[in-house]
């Protein structure tokens, strides 16, 4: 365990196990579909390139790019796109892989972004979903895990762009983001 974490949550072998689940389930619902797979940079990378490799069907993946963090540990709830997606989205459905729901802020200004672009349909594939913090009502077809309120990183979650390359999930020691 890196000596940043206090502990692990996730091991590297439950979330391959996890995500491979997932990548079944969705080669089951979008069979047939014009599908588009869409992660949020740089959180989701890593777990959206594991997942689109366990679905068994033809499909497009994109990326965005928005700031709503900063250097912070919380979410700001203000979001700007920095990098739109390059496909468009028009009578296609669209699977969004997003690595974790905390505050579900950003998330819920994605779909509605999405929304206005007239998708046949959209869905969201979530990595985690933080116990008791949702800001706004997100309904998420696909959750990998429930996660305690603390600050985690690994497997693409960062904390000052620090700790994405860990192959498992922990929780962040505070005096690391306490200054202490």
């Not at 997606?85 to 999405?114: C, M, N, P, Q, W």
């Not at 696909?142 to 309120?149: A, I, Q």
């Amino acid at each position: 365990m890196h000596p940043d974490l206090t502990e692990v949550l996730f091991s590297e072998e439950a979330l391959h196990q996890r995500v491979h689940e997932m990548g079944e389930q969705i080669t089951k619902d979008y069979a047939g579909s014009d599908l588009i797979v869409v992660s949020v940079l740089r959180g989701a990378a890593i777990y959206m390139a594991d997942l689109v490799r366990e679905i068994q069907l033809p499909l497009e993946m994109d990326f965005m790019a928005v700031s709503s963090y900063g250097a912070s540990t919380k979410s700001s709830g203000v979001v700007r796109i920095i990098k739109d997606l390059s496909s468009h989205i028009e009578g296609r459905d669209v699977l969004i892989a997003e690595d974790i729901i905390d505050s579900g802020l950003t998330l819920k200004y994605l779909i509605k972004t999405f929304e206005s672009r007239h998708p046949k349909s959209i869905e969201v594939a979530a990595l985690l979903r933080k116990e008791g913090v949702q800001q706004a009502d997100i309904d998420c077809k696909y959750v990998g895990f429930e996660c305690p309120n603390a600050f985690i990183v690994g497997y693409g979650l960062d904390y000052a762009e620090r700790y994405r390359n860990l192959p498992y999930i922990g929780v962040l020691d505070p005096r690391v983001y306490n200054g202490s």
